[in-house]
């Protein structure tokens, strides 16, 4: 009965190399929100959707995008993905801004 | 900008002691968030507080909430070695601009 499902679990990319992650939701929220969680570190939200509002954090890089293109699904591309992108992205959402977020399984990415 | 400071950021202890963990916050919120979060895993939420004076709990933890303090607990009762994982504190404020703390590992030991 998964709720925020995000694909792949593990990837693996090369230096530069455009990559993209993948998170569904059967919750019908309408918040969806990405994080990365670096090794031992606390979560750091990058962007969030609420609908197709598109809300974009000041100190995310520009080398990380979003499409929402439906109320289901959420990807975050990183064009040119570099060493320090290597961690644990977090795929949540939200009923509404302010209330709990629900967690994916989270994606580990790993740069060569 | 909002800090949220939790303390300890190491905590071991024994199993059936009792611990608290502090999350200390700068900004005025009226909202926090109790998440778990187990090696290699996603976070799990575990408490929503939403007011002044707040109280929740469940099963061996009870998390508090002080908004005049800025300043948030989670108690641990007779601990279990389930109990160990990673426990985060986040602050919504700025409309749905969630900072989380840094974290306390929790190590349980028999």
């Known amino acids: 009965d998964a709720m925020v499902i995000q694909n792949p679990r593990y990837q693996v990319t090369q230096f530069g190399k455009p990559v993209t992650l993948s998170c569904s939701q059967t919750?019908?929220?309408?918040?969806m929100y990405w994080y990365q969680q670096k090794s031992s570190q606390a979560p750091k939200l990058l962007f969030h959707?609420?609908?197709?509002?598109?809300?974009n954090e000041a100190d995310t890089p520009d080398n990380f995008q979003s499409r929402r293109p439906n109320t289901s699904f959420c990807f975050l591309d990183i064009r040119s993905p570099g060493l320090g992108d290597a961690a644990m992205y977090l795929c949540a959402t939200s009923r509404d801004f302010r209330e709990t977020q629900y967690f994916g399984p989270g994606t580990r990415l790993l740069v060569l | 900008e909002l800090k949220v400071e939790q303390n300890p950021l190491f905590l071991s202890m024994q199993e059936g002691k009792n611990y608290t963990i502090y999350c200390n916050y700068s900004t005025t919120s009226d909202r926090l968030y109790w998440y778990r979060q187990d090696p290699g895993k996603s976070l799990e939420s575990l408490f929503v507080l939403l007011s002044n004076g707040a109280v929740k709990q469940e099963g061996r933890l009870m998390a508090s909430l002080d908004t005049k303090a800025r300043l948030s607990t989670l108690h641990i009762t007779a601990a279990v070695h389930d109990l160990s994982a990673t426990y985060f504190c986040?602050?919504?404020?700025?409309?749905?601009?969630?900072?989380f703390g840094a974290g306390t590992r929790l190590t349980v030991k028999p």
């Open positions: 919750l019908n929220h309408n918040v």
């Open positions: 959707y609420y609908d197709k509002d598109f809300n």
């Open positions: 986040a602050v919504d404020y700025n409309n749905n601009d969630m900072r």
